[in-house]
């Protein structure tokens, strides 16, 4: 059987400006880069006419497992099963993070033959949107330690500095270091934290912007730090603004390419689910819904996390809703969260996929609460028994959920056909959309923490130790309190316990920090042992990977 990568590099792709022709974009206003991808301008994107008939549909999933879900394979194979039907469908997806690419997760492009191509740029440095993320993130970090150094007009208290570096890496290493060592003309010497660029606030800003002009207003009120008076100090104090923008200008355009058979794809911004708001950009999410009859989009890990997420945040602040919500499962990860070692997976065991079911099940119930159609789509394995699948589909049917087996991996298109006619079906119910959300503003910060922790996780009760609730305090008496709260929590689990699979009960949620991402436009709150930097494994992908004289590149994915 051929890698994905293998499957990538030996498919025929058509020029970008053959994909743009087919949703009606002008080819003289793309800004190619090389033959395979392209640049959406701003101003032409904005001059684009709305499709007040056009449908979206959100592909989530149940918690992942080391066995894999596959939630952007099933995406892309959904919207080519979609073409194949005769329907006009645009994908809108978040682009790789080169920690995960070089760490254990491996690529992000989706898999076998429903990806997104050209896979190797896209995993890689694609269009440079990451880096130059980072460049600005970077840049507002020098000038506030160069304004420490050069007189410090504004009085930032050095030792409450809340802007941190970033790096697009996975480096346990700079969880903690130290800048300014030596001090004099080395600069002043502090603390300093480093997170990876997915996780940054202006990785969440450049996804959550409407336009350039919101994305100005976003960047300068990034809390930065307190003064020596307890005030925050913000970008637009420092005179940042202008320059981070200015690093942003070509990162604001959605890059256009391609699945594996001819499906356009907007593929722009990349925020982690588990620490960020998981969802690609506003900017992409709006010109899909220009451009095709049906656009599938994706939020990251499971429902928990990016769908609620989606809804709650993205959702509310850009007046969208989605038609339908696709929740992809495995038999594998079913059997996985029944506690079957990851080496037996592929072993029937239907009394296993049954007891797994509990994990699932609470994703559609989370779902249908949002008042959303739910389709469940197995991500079919070689490995699946039919009696194993219509435990699957019989378990999801009973809760008013639809049910579709997908092959898109194996199949590409071909095998999502089912799910798109599942899907057609249910988005032709024309079902009255009236977005329900978790919480309200207007709750105060512990009431919607607790909305969330029991409503979508269903915990108990939450624990908000002292340190955070001191700190929650402090921004809701700084006129913080209405905001939307963004909750960093494991994937692995429904708790902030990664080791408690399927749906545990009677769990208390941990709250042990809160910050405040002004730019962004939410409280982050930290959960159980989050980190905003990961590490790599002890076998790191990066050891895999290789390219040769001809330029082939190899164990990328």
């Avoid at 033959?35 to 989530?60: C, F, H, R």
């Amino acid at each position: 059987m051929l890698s994905d990568i293998e499957i990538a590099q030996s498919a025929k792709i058509n020029p970008i400006t053959k994909v743009a022709e087919q949703i009606g974009l002008d080819t003289d206003k793309l800004e190619l880069y090389g033959k395979y991808k392209a640049k959406l301008p701003l101003d032409y994107v904005e001059s684009l006419p709305e499709n007040p008939d056009v449908k979206l549909i959100l592909v989530t999933a149940m918690n992942p497992t080391p066995a894999g879900e596959g939630k952007t394979t099933v995406s892309i194979g959904l919207a080519q099963g979609l073409k194949l039907i005769g329907k006009k469908p645009v994908l809108a997806l978040r682009e790789p993070s080169l920690g995960p690419v070089f760490g254990v997760k491996g690529g992000a492009c989706g898999g076998g033959y429903s990806q997104v191509v050209p896979m190797e740029d896209i995993n890689l440095h694609f269009t440079g949107d990451i880096h130059a993320i980072t460049t600005a993130n970077n840049l507002l970090a020098a000038m506030i330690d160069n304004h420490l150094f050069q007189g410090n007009e504004l009085k930032i208290d050095k030792d409450r500095i809340l802007w941190k570096r970033c790096l697009d890496m996975n480096d346990r290493c700079l969880r903690a270091v130290t800048v300014g060592v030596g001090g004099g003309t080395k600069g002043v010497t502090r603390p300093e934290i480093f997170q990876i660029t997915a996780a940054s606030e202006i990785m969440a800003i450049l996804c959550l912007a409407k336009d350039m002009d919101d994305l100005k207003v976003r960047l300068d009120r990034i809390a930065i730090a307190y003064d020596t008076d307890g005030n925050l100090v913000t970008a637009g104090q420092l005179g940042a603004t202008g320059a981070l923008a200015t690093c942003l200008k070509d990162a604001m355009c959605p890059n256009l390419v391609q699945s594996l058979e001819g499906v356009p794809a907007l593929v722009h911004g990349g925020p982690f689910a588990n620490i960020s708001h998981g969802c690609n950009t506003c900017i992409a999410t709006k010109t899909a819904l220009k451009l095709g009859d049906i656009v599938v989009t994706e939020a990251g890990f499971g429902a928990d996390l990016g769908a609620e997420k989606f809804l709650d945040i993205k959702c509310r602040d850009l007046g969208l809703w989605p038609d339908l919500v696709v929740i992809v499962t495995t038999v594998r990860s079913l059997k996985y969260n029944a506690g079957i070692p990851k080496d037996k997976l592929s072993e029937p065991n239907p009394e296993a996929v049954k007891a797994g079911l509990a994990n699932v099940l609470k994703h559609i119930e989370n779902m249908q609460n949002f008042g959303i159609p739910v389709l469940v789509a197995s991500n079919r394995f070689l490995s699946d028994t039919e009696e194993e699948l219509a435990i699957v589909e019989e378990a999801c049917k009973a809760t008013g959920a639809d049910f579709a087996p997908a092959e898109i991996f194996a199949k590409g298109g071909e095998g999502g056909i089912d799910l798109a006619n599942k899907a057609v079906s249910i988005l032709g119910q024309n079902r009255d959309k009236a977005p329900v959300y978790t919480y309200e503003l207007t709750d105060s910060v512990e009431e919607k923490i607790t909305k969330v922790a029991t409503k979508v996780y269903g915990a108990a009760k939450v624990d908000i130790l002292p340190e955070a609730a001191a700190k929650i305090k402090e921004f809701v008496d700084k006129g913080y309190g209405n905001l939307p709260i963004c909750i960093a929590k494991t994937q692995y689990s429904l708790s902030d316990d990664p080791k408690k699979l399927g749906n545990p009960a009677g769990f208390t949620l941990t709250v042990r920090d809160c910050y405040l991402s002004t730019g962004a436009g939410y409280l982050v709150i930290l959960t159980g042992t989050i980190v905003t930097m990961p590490g790599l494994p002890p076998h790191p992908a990066a050891m895999d990977i290789d390219i040769d004289n001809n330029g082939v590149i190899t164990g990328l994915f």
